[in-house]
């Protein structure tokens, strides 16, 4: 794990709130939806496989979307999403395992659980199809990998940079998510994904994730080799409050 003083101090505040948060819960067991299932069926019927966030705030946001998390998710699948992200951290992402409890059972969709998970009894919050699982600030990777596999999650391990997908692909990693942003310094650059995706191999499902906000996005990230785009703040629209079926919609159909 890479030194802590390098982070964002908001990141780093994130993590130790994560650290305290008690889990006392016992052992969850899913009958997961499968993540490559719903994206090759979003490829069938011609739309661009988008992950749509449900995330009330961000310590980048401008402002808060308090709205139902059960309406946006549907919302969103409304406007061709073909899986659902809901952040759980309730301190600087407004979210809660109880909102993402709900998410599932209304849509039929999978459902990933968006946290800073560090210890195994973490997983054990919510039950949810896919999980995160951030390398950077993982210790033992393959660990939690397995701790997640075990409970029947798709564990879906985030990387920034070469290296962390060297890690996450010696860890058993299936499914990866290259972050456009910087976690030390909260700025994207969409370069993040084009230079690092070429390294992962061909069965590995690559996500992209953040700062993916226009058409001409989604299509330079296709180009680049996308499985799947990870949208939140250009899908929530924080300040201005616009329609999230649009939203989505206007990057589901994102064709070239
Ligand atoms: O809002 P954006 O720029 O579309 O980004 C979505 C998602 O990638 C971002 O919320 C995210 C990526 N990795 C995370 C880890 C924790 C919390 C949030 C995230």
Redesign the pocket.
């Known amino acids: 794990m890479t030194s802590q003083t390098e982070l964002d101090p908001a990141v780093r505040a994130i993590l130790e709130a994560a650290r305290k948060r008690s889990t006392d819960r016992e052992r969850v067991s899913v009958d997961a939806r499968s993540l490559p299932d719903a994206l090759a069926r979003a490829e069938r019927e011609g739309r661009v496989p988008v992950i749509a966030?449900v995330?009330p705030t961000?310590p980048t946001a401008e402002g808060t979307r308090a709205d139902d998390p059960v309406e946006l998710a549907e919302a969103m699948v409304a406007g061709g999403a073909a899986a659902i992200?809901v952040?759980t951290?309730p301190e600087h992402?407004g979210g809660s395992p109880e909102a993402l409890r709900r998410v599932r059972k209304a849509v039929d969709v999978p459902v990933l659980r968006?946290?800073?998970l560090v210890r195994e009894a973490q997983l054990d919050a919510v039950a949810a199809d896919l999980l995160?699982l951030?390398a950077r600030f993982v210790d033992d990777l393959e660990e939690l990998v397995t701790a997640a596999r075990e409970r029947g999650f798709q564990p879906l391990v985030?990387v920034h940079d070469r290296d962390e997908l060297e890690t996450a692909l010696e860890a058993g990693a299936e499914i990866v998510?290259i972050?456009n942003?910087d976690l030390a310094r909260l700025e994207?650059d969409l370069g993040t994904f084009e230079s690092v995706a070429p390294h992962a191999p061909d069965d590995v499902t690559v996500i992209a994730?953040?700062?993916?906000?226009s058409p001409e996005d989604v299509r330079r990230m296709r180009r680049a080799g996308a499985d799947a785009l990870?949208?939140?703040?250009?899908?929530?629209d924080h300040g201005g409050g616009s329609d999230v079926t649009e939203n989505t919609r206007r990057l589901t159909e994102a064709t070239q």
């Open positions: 966030e995330k961000s992200s952040l951290e992402f968006k946290d800073f995160l951030i985030e998510g972050n942003r994207v994730e953040s700062g993916v906000s990870l949208v939140g703040s250009a899908i929530m």
